[in-house]
Nanobody
Framework: QVQLVESGGGLVQPGGSLTLSCAAS????????MAWYRQAPGKERELIAA????????NYADSVKGRFTISRDNAKSTVYLQLNSLKPEDTAVYYC???????WGQGTQVTVSS
């Protein structure tokens, strides 16, 4: 019954930007932390960013710190990931996760290429 739907991925040139969205339903979104992960071909799924229920604590992986920004709008039950200064190594499927529910979204593809 928990649903997470990612959107906003696409093809972008190095140095470009994208905004990813994850729309959540089936649980009390405003009460729980959310996270973004990514998985590149041949690699393990990697935690990118996490945010607490009221946005009071935010953490990033070193690989994206200073370039990506996680945020949330509890009124819309949506968590966002702003991707800036994109590099080819950022190419991956990006997933939204609701840790409390152990639920994953279906992912959205981000491809960074010339």
């Amino acid at each position: 019954q928990v649903q997470l739907v990612e959107s906003g991925g696409g093809l972008v040139q190095p140095g470009g930007s994208l905004t990813l969205s994850c729309a959540a339903s089936g649980f009390t979104f405003s009460s729980y932390a959310m996270a973004w992960y990514r998985q590149a071909p041949g690699k393990e799924r990697e935690l990118i960013a996490a945010i607490t229920s009221g946005s009071g604590i935010i953490n990033y992986a070193d690989s994206v710190k200073g370039r990506f920004t996680i945020s949330r709008d509890n009124a819309k039950s949506t968590v966002y990931l702003q991707l800036n200064s994109l590099k080819p190594e950022d190419t991956a499927v990006y997933y939204c996760k609701a840790p409390i529910a152990g639920a994953w979204g279906q992912g959205t593809q981000v491809t960074v290429s010339s």
